[in-house]
């Protein structure tokens, strides 16, 4: 899709968004202490938390060019 140019965001964007997604969720696992080990043992924790951790990436990678275009724009 990015390749085609079939989605409306960059090759930066998507690699931000999937490296910030994984580092806020190991962050909020880390933070709520789920225990990566036995994963099945807080499975809905794990799964809110991804699912936060997602959120927060994407405002992260949405908000960024937001604030360089401004800065750049002054």
């Known amino acids: 899709f990015l390749a085609n140019d079939a989605?409306?965001?960059t090759y930066d964007e998507?690699?931000?968004?999937?490296?910030?997604?994984w580092i806020c969720t190991l962050l909020l696992w880390k933070l709520?202490?789920?225990?990566?080990?036995?994963?099945?043992?807080?499975?809905?924790?794990a799964v809110w938390t991804t699912i936060v951790g997602l959120v927060i990436?994407?405002?992260?990678?949405?908000?960024r060019p937001q604030i360089?275009?401004?800065?750049s724009a002054s």
């Open 14 to 21: 998507t690699w931000s968004f999937g490296v910030l997604s």
């Open 57 to 63: 990436a994407a405002l992260i990678t949405w908000v």
């Open 32 to 45: 709520i202490q789920v225990n990566i080990g036995n994963i099945s043992a807080d499975q809905t924790t």
């Open 7 to 9: 989605l409306p965001v």
């Open 68 to 71: 360089q275009r401004n800065r």
